[in-house]
């Protein structure tokens, strides 16, 4: 079965270091991996996609993603944290029928 | 702006109302789907449609009827709303079919309380 796990419900991360979210998925084939990003009282915003090719996925607002088949992981990051990236994020894989299938979301908190 | 509007954002009423939540894009994807937000269960598919008449359950569908009639609109209906259907509901939309690798563009959800 397609899957997606996200650990931990909560990440809490000072100001100015680096952060991580981390993400694993469960799917046959090649994956469509992707991250969201929710502030309260909004929708997803996409952030980041994997597809093919390099394994470092560039995204909005500085995040990154590195994309690990052998550990079938796609984990979030970025290099120094704003107390603005405060949010909940959602890891996502694109099943069967065109469905993204989420990870129950992490609550990033990030400290001045 | 390109955008996915859903409406009402919020919502209180009863069981056994029924009720429509209105989903419209701009951006003349062929792909829609309605998404509900649980706490601890992320999001579940409810709906999905491929282009205009061609509809399709997603993973929790029961209590729940959608239609695409134009390619831009795509309503949720809930025919005999019930206390667990109480929710956050997300529409979302994006280019190609279901094998596409394009991101989905998700509206700002509406909150449903079922009393």
């Known amino acids: 079965a397609q899957s997606v796990a996200q650990p931990e419900d909560q990440v809490n991360v000072a100001e100015g270091n680096p952060l991580t979210v981390k993400c694993t998925y469960s799917?046959?084939?090649?994956?469509?991996l992707f991250w969201y990003v929710q502030y309260p009282n909004r929708g997803l915003q996409f952030l980041l996609k994997?597809?093919?090719?390099?394994?470092l996925v560039k995204g909005s607002y500085g995040f990154e993603a590195e994309f690990n088949k052998s550990q079938t992981s796609f984990h979030l990051k970025k290099p120094s944290a704003l107390v603005s990236d405060s949010a909940l994020y959602f890891c996502a894989v694109r099943g069967r029928r065109g469905k993204l299938i989420f990870g129950q979301g992490t609550t990033l908190q990030v400290k001045p | 702006e390109a955008q996915v509007t859903q409406n009402p954002r919020y919502l209180i009423t009863v069981t056994g109302k029924k009720l429509t939540v209105t989903c419209s894009q701009n951006?003349?994807?062929?792909?829609m789907s309605w998404y509900r937000q649980d706490p601890g269960l992320g999001l579940r598919q409810i709906y999905y449609s491929m282009n205009v008449e061609v509809t399709d359950k997603g993973d929790v569908p029961e209590g729940y009827k959608v239609s695409r009639k134009e390619k831009r609109n795509f309503p949720l209906i809930l025919e005999s709303p019930s206390p667990n259907q109480t929710s956050l509901y997300f529409c979302?939309?994006?280019?190609?079919?279901?094998?596409?690798?394009?991101?989905?563009?998700f509206g700002d959800g509406t909150r449903l309380s079922i009393l």
């Open positions: 994997y597809i093919t090719g390099d394994n």
């Open positions: 951006m003349n994807h062929e792909y």
């Open positions: 979302a939309s994006s280019f190609g079919g279901a094998g596409s690798n394009q991101p989905q563009h």
């Open positions: 799917v046959s084939g090649n994956p469509y």
